[in-house]
């Protein structure tokens, strides 16, 4: 139903005197809390049982060291200006995924797929999770199975040791 709709409805139903509870546009607004979040082992687990992987990171700190067969579509630019969101990335999600698709989405500490989240759970995806603390908590709990220092796979955060 378009917002159009909605306050054709709620005129109507104003005018009858009868007020029934109509779902405003805001309702259906997914917000940072109505995210799953899961720890990097529980996320292990799904991705060991048929979830798929969405690395959210920039190409460069995806192109350093990533989880094996994950997909990458980054959610940030980083330009001169600062970071700025990537205005293509629910257009390449869609490309790759399906809306029903079971996704553990990861950045480089929980932040960005933390938002990227957000903007898929309002697009209509309803089987995504968060992996909270990121590619980098990946690597410290030492899975990312590479026999290369922890320091050589993860990219530097204000947020992270």
């Known amino acids: 139903m378009s917002s159009r709709q909605i306050l054709a409805s709620t005129r109507y139903l104003r005018r009858t005197h009868i007020f029934f509870p109509v779902r405003s546009l805001m309702d259906a607004t997914k917000k940072i809390e109505d995210v799953v979040s899961v720890d990097v082992h529980a996320a292990k687990d799904l991705l060991s049982s048929g979830h798929s992987y969405l690395d959210v990171r920039t190409t460069e700190e995806f192109n350093k060291s990533h989880v094996d067969n994950s997909m990458n579509v980054p959610y940030l630019f980083k330009t ?39 903007d898929l759970l309002n697009a209509g995806y309803e089987r995504v999770k968060n992996m909270a603390g990121g590619y980098s908590a990946w690597v410290d709990n030492g899975l990312a199975g590479s026999e290369k220092p922890a320091e050589e796979m993860k990219t530097s955060c204000k947020f992270r040791p």
């Open 80 to 118: 001169q200006e600062g970071r700025v969101k990537n205005p293509e990335f629910l257009t390449q999600v869609s490309s790759i995924y399906k809306k029903d698709d079971h996704i553990v989405v990861g950045c480089n500490s929980g932040g960005r797929s933390l938002n990227a989240c957000v």
